[in-house]
């Protein structure tokens, strides 16, 4: 009688581990995936702090004015960046 009831044990233990690996199998991944989004969520706010922080570096180096002829013209103050088109030559002076 007691080897039928182990038998019985041991066959409720086989069918409710074949439910519970899928249940947990599905909470582990949805765990790793909340982790990743939450480290690549991480990543985007300290990028987008960074560019914040540099607009406001290159905004400090741009400066707008008025023509007499009232047309808006754009200054470039060294912004350290070279653009579309453009050539940077650099020169030595210890001849």
Known sequence: MKKNNDCKIIYWLIIFSLFIIPVTNGFFVSIRN???????????????????????????KIRYY?????????????????EEGELLIKFNEKH
Do not use: H
């Not at 982790?35 to 290159?58: M, R």
């Not at 013209?73 to 350290?80: F, V």
């Open 34 to 60: 909340l982790v990743k989004g939450l480290i690549a969520n991480y990543e985007y706010k300290l990028l987008l702090s960074q560019l914040n922080n540099e607009n406001k570096d290159l905004q400090d």
């Open 66 to 82: 008025n023509s007499t002829q009232g047309l808006k013209t754009l200054i470039k103050d060294r912004l350290n960046k070279v």
